[in-house]
């Protein structure tokens, strides 16, 4: 036929044009072209072995269909058996673009390190410091899913990052709020992407008492919160986070959200003012949106031995969908740094001071709350 | 008094067992040593070079007698046992822990020459629960006070330690708290648990493990014979392992399953014989347990040899991986996908 000036452009190669029984000469020479070179591959791997089939990891899946796109020649009307599967050419390719797509060019030498970590994580060949942090898996798994999640879906702004010391202990101290602990996961990540330090929160006792929750606590750097443990993670230089509502905090209702609790007994003041390190007020808000806390079973509470059962307008109703938090926007703001080293020794055997210093920090957090507030213009934007 | 440190007369307690055997015999071929005195309540096995053994019972106040006589200046408490394995059951135990303790100690006063006394002890003290704090200082105690079994003992025998001091103001004690003790030839239920070719672990919780090798068991107590300071110290090897991760250095299989199951198993199997497992292991393979060491480095003056992972790492030597599959599926892979060429040459991390 004598339209040579249409080329298939938008039909991707396919023979496109007219009934689609006979392709047109165009789509033909495309075709033809495209074919030849695929010919030695195809018929030598119809049967896949099996070990070849597992190879290709998780990270092909989504990246087979810029293959068949790319690479792959003008669809075969051929009938394969359904049983056949996919050949493994068509895997090894697929797994290759995958590792171009997650590693770059470069991708055999990145290949080999991630298979290296993979195979030191296996035989237990790393390193933990002595509260059980693995400072590996926080980064590459914990902090690396929390930080889509806080950039994406909460679009946490961070203020003030300045104010935590580059190095040295220093005690970070926040308010608390969410009905499930999310603030401190969002917290941890957002420090470790402004400043590089990891943040070592403090946890309650029921974090240490609980399955699954207590080893992922550990390692990803949290200790309980004990006089003896943030002492010893101050003195050792660490930047310490605290929550000193703790359960008071994020199990309030909706009702009173943004207005701090009582700050515990004190116990983090007393800590810092023993190892002479700076505190650092935190300011979270939006937090507090993520799960409206509406209603509570404490019978079923205590039944089960935690605080609370939360009730939201979408949990337990709509199950796991539910636990789906409200894109809230969060503001993080890192206030001035509290000196504790002026005082004099002994100061932290003074409950007086100690009661005004906890003051002092709960009334710097709750006037930032109000002031992130009157600055953020709705609950969602 | 004898006051030539060469002619010093050690008396060592427990040497019946491996440990306590090897420990005397390593005593005994000290030159700064003059004698070493073995006591047990049934002969060692195996050799015992330049000690001399005598069979006597240290809940009998026998004990007091062989101080005297052989003018015994230094004594070794090893015989503070974690189970009763061959000696019978939990009362023996009992027995042979609290009241062989008394007596030694009661023996100990009344011999003015006895102007050193060190005890063996363990860091099982501080139990292991979910309150504990990360490191314990020789300052703290555990936050539920044992109620039974190989804590208990401990804590008894400590607490009659210290009361032995305070009566004999001019006796040095040296309490020393061991972590678990590891090593190719060690028996302890920790070593038993770590042979089983499965092993079950605490679904959801993962402990946190110091080891001291048993060459600075040995080392830490001549140590302490040699230098004598008064107090309670730590001793430990350095760092931490965790339970997982150790059981992925040793390529064995483990089966997570919930607390309770773990310790109706653990109970099975020391009725079956095939492990040695004791009920207070449960707690610690749960939550795990880690001990500060800093006083042992600047008071008493002792280096480890071995760190907590060298130790564990020169126990699994002889033991056959019994896994590691998983292991060796990504080295095929990675010979496969990158070539030989490329295999070690990631430097991540």
Same mark, same amino acid.
């Given at each position: 036929m004598g339209d040579a000036e249409i080329i298939p452009i938008g039909t991707r190669g396919r023979p496109g044009r007219g009934t689609g029984t006979q392709p047109s000469s165009a789509a033909r020479n495309l075709a033809g072209g495209a074919r030849p070179k695929r010919k030695p591959a195809a018929p030598a791997t119809e049967a896949p072995a099996a070990p070849e089939q597992q190879?290709?990891?998780?990270?092909d899946a989504p990246a087979e269909v810029p293959v068949a796109d790319l690479e792959r020649g003008p669809v075969t009307t051929r009938e394969r058996h359904p049983l056949r599967g996919i050949p493994t050419s068509d895997w090894l390719a697929a797994f290759q673009h995958a590792a171009r797509e997650v590693f770059? &060019?470069?991708w055999e030498p990145q290949l080999a390190a991630f298979l290296a970590f993979l195979r030191r994580r296996v035989t237990g060949d790393y390193v933990v410091d &002595?509260?059980?942090?693995d400072a590996e898996i926080t980064e590459r798994f914990l902090i690396a899913a929390v930080r889509p999640i806080a950039e994406k879906w909460f679009r946490v702004e961070v203020i003030g990052?300045?104010?935590?010391?580059?190095e040295g202990g220093a005690l970070v101290v926040s308010n608390h709020s969410g009905t499930i602990p999310v603030d401190g996961l969002v917290t941890l990540a957002a420090i470790h992407d402004h400043t590089g330090r990891h943040l070592r929160p403090l946890g309650a006792d029921l974090v240490f008492r609980m399955p699954v929750v207590s080893a992922l606590a550990r390692k990803s750097g949290a200790t309980l919160a004990c006089n003896e443990d943030a002492e010893r993670m101050l003195n050792g230089g660490e930047l310490v986070g605290v929550w000193p509502e703790g359960f008071k905090g994020i199990g309030k209702p909706y009702s009173d959200r943004y207005k701090l609790q009582r700050f515990g007994r004190g116990g983090f003041v007393s800590a810092a003012l023993r190892t002479g390190v700076p505190i650092i007020p935190l300011s979270v808000v939006g937090a507090e949106e993520i799960y409206p806390l509406v209603g509570n079973i404490p019978t079923l509470a205590r039944l089960l031995g935690v605080p609370y059962i939360p009730i939201t307008p979408f949990f337990p109703w709509l199950g796991p969908l539910g636990l789906v938090p409200l894109p809230s926007k969060w503001l993080l703001e890192f206030g001035e740094p509290i000196r504790t080293d002026e005082y004099e020794q002994g100061a932290a055997d003074d409950p007086m001071l100690v009661f005004d210093v906890t003051d002092q920090v709960r009334e710097t957090i709750q006037q930032t709350l109000y002031s992130l507030l009157m600055k953020r213009r709705s609950v969602f934007r | 008094m004898v006051s030539d440190r060469s002619g010093r007369v050690v008396l060592v307690t427990g040497v019946s067992r491996d440990l306590g055997r090897r420990f005397a015999r390593s005593l005994a071929a000290d030159p700064e040593v003059g004698r070493v005195i073995g006591v047990d309540v049934v002969p060692p096995r195996g050799d015992i070079g330049d000690m001399s053994f005598v069979r006597a019972d240290i809940r009998t106040p026998v004990i007091a007698k062989v101080i005297a006589k052989e003018d015994v200046d230094t004594v070794v408490h090893m015989s503070v046992i974690a189970t009763p394995g061959s000696a019978g059951g939990r009362s023996t135990m009992k027995e042979l822990n609290v009241i062989g303790t008394m007596q030694l100690l009661a023996a100990c006063q009344k011999s003015p020459r006895v102007e050193h006394l060190i005890v063996k002890s363990s860091t099982t003290v501080y139990g292991a629960s979910?309150?504990?704090?990360a490191m314990f200082t020789e300052d703290m105690g555990p936050r539920r006070a044992p109620r039974e079994g190989y804590a208990k003992d401990v804590a008894e025998v400590e607490s009659y330690v210290r009361g032995f001091a305070r009566r004999r103001p001019d006796c040095r004690v040296t309490m020393l708290r061991c972590a678990n003790v590891i090593g190719p030839h060690v028996t302890s239920p920790i070593t038993s648990y770590f042979r089983l070719p499965v092993i079950p672990r605490v679904l959801g919780f993962d402990a946190r493990l110091q080891f001291l090798h048993q060459n600075d068991l040995f080392a830490v107590l001549q140590h302490a014979v040699r230098h004598p300071v008064p107090g309670t110290f730590n001793v430990a090897g350095d760092g931490i392992l965790m339970l997982s991760q150790a059981i992925r250095r040793m390529q064995r299989p483990s089966v997570p399953m919930p607390g309770f199951a773990v310790g109706s198993l653990g109970s099975a199997l020391r009725s079956a014989r095939v492990a040695d497992f004791s009920p207070e292991q449960l707690a610690f393979l749960t939550y795990g347990r880690g001990v500060d060491t800093t006083r042992m480095r600047t008071e008493l003056g002792f280096e480890p040899a071995f760190t907590t992972e060298q130790a564990f790492a020169d126990f699994i030597s002889l033991l056959p991986p019994t896994g590691g599959y998983t292991d060796r599926m990504l080295a095929a892979l990675e010979q496969q996908l990158v070539g030989p060429a490329m295999v070690g040459g990631g430097e991540r991390g």
């Amino acid at each position: 036929m004598g339209d040579a000036e249409i080329i298939p452009i938008g039909t991707r190669g396919r023979p496109g044009r007219g009934t689609g029984t006979q392709p047109s000469s165009a789509a033909r020479n495309l075709a033809g072209g495209a074919r030849p070179k695929r010919k030695p591959a195809a018929p030598a791997t119809e049967a896949p072995a099996a070990p070849e089939q597992q190879k290709p990891t998780e990270a092909d899946a989504p990246a087979e269909v810029p293959v068949a796109d790319l690479e792959r020649g003008p669809v075969t009307t051929r009938e394969r058996h359904p049983l056949r599967g996919i050949p493994t050419s068509d895997w090894l390719a697929a797994f290759q673009h995958a590792a171009r797509e997650v590693f770059g &060019e470069n991708w055999e030498p990145q290949l080999a390190a991630f298979l290296a970590f993979l195979r030191r994580r296996v035989t237990g060949d790393y390193v933990v410091d &002595e509260y059980g942090f693995d400072a590996e898996i926080t980064e590459r798994f914990l902090i690396a899913a929390v930080r889509p999640i806080a950039e994406k879906w909460f679009r946490v702004e961070v203020i003030g990052a300045e104010n935590i010391p580059a190095e040295g202990g220093a005690l970070v101290v926040s308010n608390h709020s969410g009905t499930i602990p999310v603030d401190g996961l969002v917290t941890l990540a957002a420090i470790h992407d402004h400043t590089g330090r990891h943040l070592r929160p403090l946890g309650a006792d029921l974090v240490f008492r609980m399955p699954v929750v207590s080893a992922l606590a550990r390692k990803s750097g949290a200790t309980l919160a004990c006089n003896e443990d943030a002492e010893r993670m101050l003195n050792g230089g660490e930047l310490v986070g605290v929550w000193p509502e703790g359960f008071k905090g994020i199990g309030k209702p909706y009702s009173d959200r943004y207005k701090l609790q009582r700050f515990g007994r004190g116990g983090f003041v007393s800590a810092a003012l023993r190892t002479g390190v700076p505190i650092i007020p935190l300011s979270v808000v939006g937090a507090e949106e993520i799960y409206p806390l509406v209603g509570n079973i404490p019978t079923l509470a205590r039944l089960l031995g935690v605080p609370y059962i939360p009730i939201t307008p979408f949990f337990p109703w709509l199950g796991p969908l539910g636990l789906v938090p409200l894109p809230s926007k969060w503001l993080l703001e890192f206030g001035e740094p509290i000196r504790t080293d002026e005082y004099e020794q002994g100061a932290a055997d003074d409950p007086m001071l100690v009661f005004d210093v906890t003051d002092q920090v709960r009334e710097t957090i709750q006037q930032t709350l109000y002031s992130l507030l009157m600055k953020r213009r709705s609950v969602f934007r | 008094m004898v006051s030539d440190r060469s002619g010093r007369v050690v008396l060592v307690t427990g040497v019946s067992r491996d440990l306590g055997r090897r420990f005397a015999r390593s005593l005994a071929a000290d030159p700064e040593v003059g004698r070493v005195i073995g006591v047990d309540v049934v002969p060692p096995r195996g050799d015992i070079g330049d000690m001399s053994f005598v069979r006597a019972d240290i809940r009998t106040p026998v004990i007091a007698k062989v101080i005297a006589k052989e003018d015994v200046d230094t004594v070794v408490h090893m015989s503070v046992i974690a189970t009763p394995g061959s000696a019978g059951g939990r009362s023996t135990m009992k027995e042979l822990n609290v009241i062989g303790t008394m007596q030694l100690l009661a023996a100990c006063q009344k011999s003015p020459r006895v102007e050193h006394l060190i005890v063996k002890s363990s860091t099982t003290v501080y139990g292991a629960s979910s309150r504990d704090p990360a490191m314990f200082t020789e300052d703290m105690g555990p936050r539920r006070a044992p109620r039974e079994g190989y804590a208990k003992d401990v804590a008894e025998v400590e607490s009659y330690v210290r009361g032995f001091a305070r009566r004999r103001p001019d006796c040095r004690v040296t309490m020393l708290r061991c972590a678990n003790v590891i090593g190719p030839h060690v028996t302890s239920p920790i070593t038993s648990y770590f042979r089983l070719p499965v092993i079950p672990r605490v679904l959801g919780f993962d402990a946190r493990l110091q080891f001291l090798h048993q060459n600075d068991l040995f080392a830490v107590l001549q140590h302490a014979v040699r230098h004598p300071v008064p107090g309670t110290f730590n001793v430990a090897g350095d760092g931490i392992l965790m339970l997982s991760q150790a059981i992925r250095r040793m390529q064995r299989p483990s089966v997570p399953m919930p607390g309770f199951a773990v310790g109706s198993l653990g109970s099975a199997l020391r009725s079956a014989r095939v492990a040695d497992f004791s009920p207070e292991q449960l707690a610690f393979l749960t939550y795990g347990r880690g001990v500060d060491t800093t006083r042992m480095r600047t008071e008493l003056g002792f280096e480890p040899a071995f760190t907590t992972e060298q130790a564990f790492a020169d126990f699994i030597s002889l033991l056959p991986p019994t896994g590691g599959y998983t292991d060796r599926m990504l080295a095929a892979l990675e010979q496969q996908l990158v070539g030989p060429a490329m295999v070690g040459g990631g430097e991540r991390g």
